[in-house]
Every structure is written in structure tokens, then in C-alpha cells.
């Protein structure tokens, strides 16, 4: 489904007044596999508030910004952003199998954005990477980079294989969520390259998304030799309570899938609605670290608007002291250290 209309023939429930206007503006696209995670009656269920327009979107705030992490201030060549020093995005593709409602990248990506690397445009990017030997990581997205076919895939992979300093070659993508009859085998093996280690960082934010056939896709990633690790997004209305975001975290551990980024929620335009405070965040982070394994905490971060990087949000649990630190276990009691001698209490 790609449009309000299409939305509405569905029977989803629809404040259709000004979602014309969102559609006109920001792309639309729910797979059917998404599809049957939404209750098309609640405009609230946490599957809906990601994929669903809302009219929230036409409301936009003076902090609000086009390309709210900048990355066009980083962007050397066509497709690259280059910001930290040992890897580059490679945004090979700018369109979605879906288009989530909070997206960061809103302004660039879909039918009306900056659209696929012309053959002319992917060549000079992959020679940027060839040419600074600093590039140990190269990181595609876009865009999903897994919308491409096996084929360009397997291109794109046998193109970075003879460039010996890149290392580690890593794609950022919905695709076994939200479409995971695409990863098939011919997938998974155009994954792979001589010389490379391939990671795959799965987009989920609620546990409603691991359906049976979404934990069939992960497990042929891994099995695959591919490994995974997940980044979410922390979004009011989906996953900002701890019963949700427990729940996503034990499940990525369940799948093979090492926890990795929590991002705070971007400023892009008209996403307002879906943020939370970086204080909740922080007490939900640290909720998180008192009550789950070590297998299951992610890192809370924000990318810092203008190009700056992202920076962790998690509060400090040790505080500078006289003779060494207090330090706060899980359950919020302080300890110094190092601890006292007994000749020192004396």
C-alpha cells in the first residue's frame, strides 16, 4: 500500500482530513507483512503510529531540519558521507519497502528523493573508498539497501572484495522485518565477500515485529555467516515504556541479534509527536541495565544535530570523589571505590 486511498480500501481507520497533503509530501509504503501487525481500528497500536500517516506530520517545529544529522555536510561524492575517520555510508539506494513515519531521512528518500547511484555516480564513490586506505568499514544504506536484487548486491560486494583495507562491510535494513520473504538464499550468499566480514544491523521497535516468519529470515542470516545486530528507535507511543523495550531487546538476544543502538528520536520535520525526553530515555536505559542481562542493553545515543556524530546518553554511574569514585549499582545504591581499607576508617 502506497497511498491514503489504498490505506482507506484496507479498512484502516483514517483521519483522512490533511492526509493527502502528508501522502504528497512524505512517501508511503507498508508491505503486507506489516500489514498484518497493524490493528487497522486503532490509530494508536504502536505497529500503526510507525507506518500509518498521520496528520501530526504537516506540524513541523523551528528545531526541525531537513537533514537533521547532517549528512550532507559530510558527503564528499555522491552516496558517501564520510564523518568518522575508519568508515563511510555508501547510499547506494534511496527508496524503502517501507517508509516509516519518523524517518530521519524523509526529505531525501522515497519516490520523490534523491533516488538510486547512477552507474557513473556508484563508481565514483566506490573509488572515494579505494582511495582513502583510512576506510576499514564501509556501512550501505540509504534507503534499505536490501530492496536492490540479489544481483546488484553481489556487484556491490565483489566491487568492495579487492579493496584490501576495507574489512568489515555492514548493511543497515528493515528487510527481514518488513519484507523477510526477500532474504532468501541467493540473498544471503550475494551478502558475502572473499576477505570480508559481513554485519547486518536489523531495524526493529516493538517485539510484535519477531513473527515467525521474520525469525526464519534472521536465522538464515546467521546460519548465513552473517552477523546481526539490531538499532531501534526510542519512540513515544511504540516502545517508551520497559515491559516494550525488554521485550524488543530479549527478543533480538532470542535471534542471534546483539543489541546495538537505542537512538534518540532525530529532529526531521513533522516527527514531533514521536518524541520523548532525553531524561526518560535515561531512566529507561538505566531500568534496562538493572534488570536484563548484559546480552540485552543497547547504547542509548544521539546524533547530534548538524553533523557532529552521535554522542551517548546514558547516565554516568560513578562520580568523581575525594580518594576515587562513588559508584551506583542497579539497585541505586552509591559504593566507593576503591573501598575503604580497614585502616582507613579508623
Known amino acids: 500500500m502506497k497511498s491514503v486511498a489504498e490505506l482507506q480500501a484496507a479498512g484502516f481507520a483514517l483521519n483522512v482530513t490533511g492526509l493527502d497533503a502528508v501522502g504528497d509530501k512524505y512517501a508511503i509504503g507498508i508491505t503486507p507483512a506489516v500489514a498484518a501487525l497493524i490493528d487497522p481500528n486503532d490509530p494508536n497500536d504502536p505497529m500503526a503510529r ?57 526529505e531525501m528518500v522515497g519516490p520523490q528523493g534523491l533516488g538510486t547511484l547512477t552507474p557513473a555516480e556508484l563508481d565514483a564513490a566506490i573509488a ?42 555492514r548493511f543497515h535494513t528493515r528487510v527481514p522485518v ?25 531495524h526493529a521497535n516493538h517485539p510484535r515485529e519477531f513473527t515467525a516468519a521474520a ?26 515504556d520497559f515491559d516494550t523495550l525488554a ?9 542471534r541479534i546483539k543489541p546495538y543502538y537505542l537512538h534518540h ?9 514521536f518524541r520523548v525526553s532525553v531524561e526518560r530515555g535515561q531512566e529507561l536505559v538505566a531500568q534496562l541495565r538493572g534488570r536484563l542481562s548484559g546480552l540485552c542493553q543497547p547504547t542509548y545515543v544521539l546524533d547530534i544535530p548538524g553533523g557532529h556524530g552521535k554522542s551517548p546518553l546514558a547516565v554516568s554511574m560513578a562520580q568523581l570523589a575525594d580518594q576515587g569514585h562513588l559508584v551506583a549499582d542497579w539497585q541505586g545504591n552509591v559504593h566507593q571505590y576503591p573501598p575503604k581499607t580497614p585502616n582507613s576508617e579508623q
Open 50 to 106: 510507525q507506518f500509518v500517516p498521520r496528520v501530526e506530520e504537516l506540524t513541523t517545529t523551528p528545531e526541525e531540519r531537513d537533514d537533521p544529522i547532517g549528512d550532507l555536510a559530510h558527503s564528499p561524492v555522491e552516496g558517501i558521507v564520510h564523518r568518522y575517520p575508519d568508515r563511510v555510508l555508501l547510499k547506494a539506494v534511496h527508496v524503502c519497502p517501507v517508509y516509516c513515519r519518523f524517518c530521519f531521512r524523509r
Open 128 to 169: 572515494y573508498i579505494a582511495e582513502h586506505e583510512e576506510i576499514w568499514e564501509v556501512i550501505l544504506t540509504g534507503g534499505d539497501p536490501l530492496v536492490l536484487s540479489p544481483r546488484r548486491l553481489r556487484d556491490l560486494m565483489e566491487r568492495l572484495a579487492p579493496i584490501e583495507h576495507v574489512k568489515i562491510v
Open 178 to 202: 518488513v519484507e523477510p520473504e526477500r532474504v532468501d538464499d541467493a540473498m544471503v550468499s550475494a551478502l558475502r565477500a572473499s576477505g570480508k566480514t559481513t554485519y547486518l544491523a536489523v
Open 215 to 240: 525469525k526464519t529470515a534472521f536465522a538464515r542470516l546467521v546460519e548465513g555467516g552473517v552477523a546481526l545486530v539490531s538499532q531501534s528507535v526510542l519512540l513515544a507511543g511504540v516502545n517508551d
Open 247 to 255: 521485550a524488543l531487546m530479549r527478543g533480538f538476544v532470542e535471534n
Open 265 to 273: 528520536p532525530d529532529l526531521a520535520p513533522g516527527t514531533g509527536h
